[in-house]
């Protein structure tokens, strides 16, 4: 990507603006806009606005390189609306008095997410969500339509805006210099550690440190993964259970039975109606065969608790014995209530970042043969992760992008903590120690009781994230602590 015109000559200024999002008068919050080129491959690009929150160092000095903070997704909106109680302020500020003591933490909303510009958000998409449309043949006919229609309305602005992990990297630069930042550390989750490793392939002499969370490197594409990303999702838990001397006295059998269950609903699904349990309301109807139980709880594996819970709630659904399906298939309708369907739209995302970034990148980019051998089997494992590819592909589709080139692994000399979560079903511990091989100075640890997400879901991750920017070590007696995870063993189980 070339830069020229006005874009090469503008320089960035941060300018500061109230915070569009409730906080507390004694918290000591700036927010600000910086503005960049829409797009840096033409000569006079049009400009937009980044949204930046900097929470400032918890000793008032900021005396050391701010450290930037890159949310996931893509398209994950920092400050989403709070509800039932859970503000997402809390969890910045916690994050930022961990590892923010002697530096500005920043964050940095990524362009066509949150309060960035432009506005990429698919309204058609979430009402498709919140319509009550579950059915998995259903969701994808709906979601076609409804991504039809959102691309149509942002067509003007996709013209005229670059959206993807590159121009997002030039981004952060961007607003590291707005900031006088020369050098500076960087945070990501997910796949705002593919946007850092990004950030440090374009810049690695600025970046001081870098700790990378549940790991998505550039060169891995998801879609090439296949059915082994669902099997091994499945397989960790189980075979954690069989190594659990309780779990397993409990639920001895629990993966055969899992799997029969599958077999059961596969050759015969069960139609579910869900009623709303305040208003005892029809909700939602349901066919639920093999592929949407081993998608839906695929979905909820992100989800450290339910990790420590899936034997027991399997247990309470699953035929009891796994040779005798046919006089008893167990319970498997519950499931309908608890499980995740796969919908794209959410009011946390903004999903035509996602949709522009996923599509271009991951979906278009994939090698079909490479696909192809990894959905090769008539197993529900296949039949989901088939069922999936066949949901991208079909909006992608409607999204009308182009396949963008396949970047190459990264290979950066900077001082890098690369944290992952044993049960991590769409980050998996093997990409962080693949990517480890090209960072000379990685450091990786692995948190046994962990899904995806770790800093968030364990304090000690968080603190040795802390310790790593501060010293370039370890919280070693919190490291210490560790223990794999404990499961609950009572049958009463539900998400």
């Known amino acids: 990507m070339s830069e020229n015109g006005q874009a090469l000559r503008h320089v960035p200024t941060f300018e500061p603006a109230d915070c569009r999002f409730a906080i507390a008068a004694d918290l000591d919050i700036r927010c600000g806009l910086v503005s960049v080129p829409a797009r840096r491959d033409v000569a006079d690009p049009a400009f937009i606005d980044l949204a930046v929150t900097i929470f400032p160092a918890v000793d008032g000095t900021g005396a050391r390189p701010p450290v930037i903070f890159l949310d996931g997704g893509p398209g994950e909106i920092a400050f989403f609306e709070a509800v039932d109680g859970y503000d997402p302020l809390d969890d910045w500020l916690h994050i930022a008095d961990a590892v923010g003591t002697d530096r500005d933490f920043v964050l940095l909303e990524q362009r066509g997410v949150g309060f960035s510009g432009p506005d990429l958000d698919c309204p058609e ?87 990378l969370d549940s790991v998505y490197p550039p060169s891995v594409n998801w879609f090439e993964q296949g059915a082994d990303l669902y099997r091994a999702a499945f397989d ?13 006295d409990v639920f001895p059998d629990i993966a055969d039975r899992f799997h029969a269950m599958l077999e059961a609903v596969r050759r015969d699904p069960v139609s579910v109606t869900i009623v709303d349990e305040e208003g005892g309301e029809e909700r939602a109807a349901v066919l639920l065969d093999d592929v949407g139980t081993v998608e839906g709880l695929f979905l909820l594996l992100y989800d450290s ?87 991208m592909r079909a909006v992608c589709g409607a999204w009308n992008a182009a396949p963008a080139p396949r970047p190459a ?69 919190c490291l210490a602590e560790r223990r794999p995870v404990t499961f609950v063993t009572d049958r009463q189980f539900r998400p």
Do not use: K
Request: hydrophobic share 45%; net charge negative; glycine share 6%.
């Open 236 to 248: 960790a838990v189980f075979d954690a259970c069989a190594a659990d001397r309780t779990c397993d």
């Open 125 to 211: 998409l979430e009402a498709v969500a919140e319509g009550g449309v579950i059915d998995t043949g259903a969701i994808i006919e709906a979601e076609v339509a409804a991504v039809a229609e959102c691309r149509v309305r942002l067509a003007e602005t996709l013209d005229e805006v670059a959206i993807t992990t590159q121009e997002s990297a030039a981004d952060v630069l961007a607003v590291a210099d707005a900031l006088d930042a020369g050098r500076f550390a960087l945070m990501g989750v997910s796949y705002g550690s593919r946007l850092a490793l990004e950030v440090m392939r374009q810049a690695p002499d600025r970046v001081e440190a870098a700790v």
């Open 305 to 391: 608790d339910v990790i420590a819970g899936l034997p027991s709630l399997l247990d309470g659904v699953a035929p009891a014995d796994a040779n005798a399906v046919d006089e008893n298939a167990g319970e498997p309708a519950i499931l309908a209530e608890y499980i995740d369907y796969p919908h794209l739209g959410s009011r946390s995302s903004a999903e035509g970042q996602y949709l522009a970034i996923e599509c271009a990148e991951s979906v278009l980019a994939a090698d079909e043969e490479r696909v192809n051998a990894a959905l090769a089997g008539d197993g529900p494992y296949e039949r989901a992760a088939r069922a999936h590819w066949e949901q």
């Open 409 to 477: 692994p990264v290979s950066v000399d900077v001082p890098t903590l690369l944290l992952t979560g044993r049960f991590d079903p769409v980050t998996p511990v093997r990409w962080a120690r693949d990517l480890a091989r090209g960072l000379p100075q990685s450091m990786l640890l692995e948190f046994p009781d962990a899904s995806h997400s770790v800093m968030t879901s364990n304090p000690c991750a968080l603190r040795t994230a802390a310790a790593f920017l501060e010293r370039g070590t370890t919280d070693e007696a």
